[in-house]
């Protein structure tokens, strides 16, 4: 009925995250046709986020963790993850691909390398962040 359709608009509107809108049109729909959802949805991250490497210091390979949203009308994100060194040379691209919302774990090998502090930052169109790491041989 009309009365049910303006409830349902209101509560999806009061979502403030697209994780938020995901869990109350889940709920939305359980109400509704009494069904549970298991779907992909459910791990799909809320925001954007690059997680601090580990181990930290390593030697020679360590891991880098990065979430990827729904990102807007899109389902599909330009992503980069790169690593500078100290003096913001590029030393490595790790990833420069199109990504589907989720979370992604990358190796690097940095056998190459010389021990140090290097920085990796990742760039979307809507997300950009930095953090550092050390190799220590």
């Given at each position: 009925s009309m009365g049910d359709t303006l409830t349902i608009t209101t509560i999806l509107m009061a979502a403030e995250t697209p994780q938020g809108f995901i869990q109350i049109t889940q709920q939305v729909i359980k109400l509704l046709y009494n069904l549970e959802i298991d779907s992909e949805l459910e791990g799909i991250p809320g925001e954007y986020a690059l997680h601090q490497n580990y181990p930290n210091p390593f030697n020679p390979i360590t891991t880098i963790q990065?979430?990827?949203?729904?990102?807007?009308?899109?389902?599909?994100?330009?992503?980069?993850?790169?690593?500078?060194?100290?003096?913001?040379?590029?030393?490595?691209?790790?990833?420069?691909?199109?990504?589907?919302?989720?979370?992604?774990?990358?190796?690097?090998?940095?056998?190459?390398?010389?021990?140090?502090?290097?920085?990796?930052?990742?760039?979307?169109?809507?997300?950009?962040?930095?953090?550092?790491l050390v190799l220590m041989k």
């Open positions: 990065y979430d990827v949203p729904i990102a807007g009308a899109r389902h599909v994100s330009p992503l980069q993850l790169r690593v500078y060194d100290i003096q913001g040379r590029l030393v490595a691209t790790l990833v420069d691909r199109p990504h589907a919302p989720g979370r992604y774990s990358i190796r690097w090998d940095a056998t190459e390398m010389a021990s140090g502090m290097y920085f990796y930052r990742i760039s979307t169109p809507e997300f950009t962040a930095v953090r550092k």
